[in-house]
């Protein structure tokens, strides 16, 4: 059965999880990878999500710091293609004895003003498209299996049309559900954007909403070496399902002073483009409680992006 979308207010477009749904969603700012840990991996994140930017990939990854007992902060900025960019904000509290973790973000998207024309094609006053969500979630270890969930407050406006919505993020995450190779792997689901369209002007569009599944093979584990390879399959509504790789090498060099090594690939960044543009690559610093991490995202001949990010437990 086929969804509509537009007027009927339909949750997902005509032709869902294929690329004949491209162009039907609106809120496209969300589809913006937030942070720089995991767009370094390709944008595999399922089972990987495991600080306060977990309000961005997996609300179940929050669950990660409810033993450690400190709050944890984290703000990001993208540089993007053209004139545009995005900041995000994140805080994760654990809560006392052990029972779960909540967490809220910030994400913003905008660009430098644009010129308006009205319907006769002449010039009128020049605007500046904007776009942001909050959102408030938690996430807590029930027995082997770590659940989180996050409702999202979501607003556009373009000139003078506003809209806004609301949607629902969930996951779950399972740690060391068997070995290959005699490496533990760790298995993750990510469902975002769940909810009503967004209605802007006289339009209405479904929210991007998407499923994402994918593994963590914990490859080596050695006193202070560890070496990590990842893989998600995707699958977006507006478009066709697609496999994103990561792999992270990470050397400590003494109790909370570690350097991490990052690289990925996704298939998705590739497509209609040179296939090197599905190439990822960072690096990563813990420094106690000070975490800095940097992607570089590269889209072939449409340029290449950076992505910051500063992280700081309390």
């Not at 900041?87 to 010129?115: D, E, I, T």
């Not at 020049?126 to 989180?148: M, Q």
């Not at 990563?284 to 409680?289: F, K, P, S, W």
């Not at 449409?302 to 500063?310: E, I, K, N």
Request: with cysteine.
């Amino acid at each position: 059965m086929a969804f509509a979308a537009g007027a009927s207010g339909a949750v997902f477009p005509d032709g869902p999880f294929s690329d004949k749904a491209a162009g039907a969603t609106g809120a496209a700012f969300l589809k913006l990878p937030a942070g720089a840990r995991i767009p370094s991996f390709g944008g595999s994140y399922a089972a990987a999500a495991d600080n306060a930017e977990a309000m961005f990939w997996n609300p179940a990854g929050l669950s990660r710091l409810e033993g450690a007992g400190r709050p944890e902060a984290a703000v990001g900025y993208l540089s993007l293609l053209e004139t545009m960019y995005s900041g995000s904000l994140a805080y994760a509290h654990p809560l006392a004895n052990q029972r779960g973790v909540v967490g809220a973000s910030f994400l913003y998207f905008s660009q430098s003003p644009m010129q308006g024309y009205d319907p006769r094609g002449d010039p009128t006053s020049r605007f500046t498209p904007n776009d942001l969500a909050h959102s408030v979630g938690y996430g807590t270890l029930l027995g082997p299996v770590r659940l989180g969930g996050a409702v999202k407050f979501i607003r556009s406006a373009i000139d003078d049309a506003c809209g806004s919505t609301f949607a629902l993020d969930f996951g779950i995450q399972a740690d060391r559900v068997t070995d290959i190779g005699g490496g533990p792997l760790d298995l993750g689901l990510s469902v975002q954007n769940f909810g009503p369209p967004i209605k802007l002007g006289s339009m209405s569009d479904p929210l991007p909403f998407k499923m994402a599944i994918g593994g963590l093979w914990r490859i080596v584990e050695v006193k202070r070496t560890k070496l990590s390879g990842l893989v998600d399959a995707h699958m977006p509504v507006d478009a066709d399902p697609y496999f994103s790789l990561g792999a992270e090498f990470i050397q400590s060099f003494d109790e909370g002073f570690s350097v991490q090594v990052r690289s990925g690939y996704n298939m998705r960044n590739a497509r209609g483009l040179d296939e090197l543009a599905g190439v990822a690559a960072g690096l990563g610093m813990d420094l106690r409680r000070v975490r800095l991490d940097y992607a570089w995202v590269p889209f072939g001949e449409l340029g290449t992006t950076h992505r910051v990010a500063l992280g700081y437990r309390f």
